[in-house]
């Protein structure tokens, strides 16, 4: 029996071409909804400097309110980059160190039990953040972003090209 009158082989081509066209979709859902997560941290920590201020001194996080601006611009402009998808990968780097910063400090104890008890790390606010991050990075932000739009343009040079 040849290969391409296999019914199995032919539904998982099928089943591979859905799950390309969906891709793009679904990064698109992703760069939304954390961008928008990411966008409203940081505003909400430029209008709260005090009390952000506060909480970082308390995690004994080094220049806090230096910290606190810092953060809030990452997440801010963070936020805005990935809602456009404008040089999403480079965006999302600033963007993970916030959030590993995060655990390391805020969400302490869930990073510390990960290996005894994982599901109180995996509900902590930081990782779906950080998990969408990876994503993004991985992946990219797909072809409905600017960045999309840019890669799809004609270049006479490339970055990668013998990867």
Same mark, same amino acid.
């Not at 199995?8 to 081509?13: H, S």
């Not at 801010?76 to 998808?85: A, R």
């Not at 039990?113 to 599901?119: F, I």
């Given at each position: ?7 199995? *082989? @032919?539904?998982?081509?099928?089943? !591979? ?7 793009? %979709? $679904? /990064? #698109? ?35 806090? *309110? @230096?910290?606190?601006?810092?953060? !809030?611009t990452v ?5 805005? %980059? $990935? /809602? #456009? ?46 998990y969408a ?10 072809k409905i ?19």
């Amino acid at each position: 029996m040849a290969a391409s009158s296999c019914p199995v *082989a @032919q539904c998982t081509k099928n089943l !591979a071409c859905i799950g390309g066209a969906f891709q793009h %979709l $679904l /990064l #698109l859902i992703i760069r939304l909804y954390w961008g928008i997560g990411f966008l409203l941290a940081g505003t909400g920590k430029f209008g709260r400097i005090g009390e952000v201020t506060g909480f970082f001194s308390k995690l004994d996080i080094p220049f806090p *309110a @230096q910290m606190v601006y810092l953060v !809030a611009t990452v997440e801010t402009v963070g936020g805005l %980059l $990935l /809602l #456009l998808g404008l040089v999403t990968r480079l965006t999302t780097l600033p963007l993970i160190a916030v959030m590993c910063v995060a655990f390391a400090t805020a969400h302490q104890e869930a990073l510390l039990g990960v290996l005894h008890d994982p599901e109180t790390f995996f509900q902590q606010a930081p990782f779906l953040f950080l998990y969408a991050l990876l994503i993004l990075f991985a992946f990219g932000p797909g072809k409905i972003s600017i960045d999309g739009w840019r890669d799809r343009q004609p270049s006479t040079t490339g970055c990668c090209q013998g990867l």
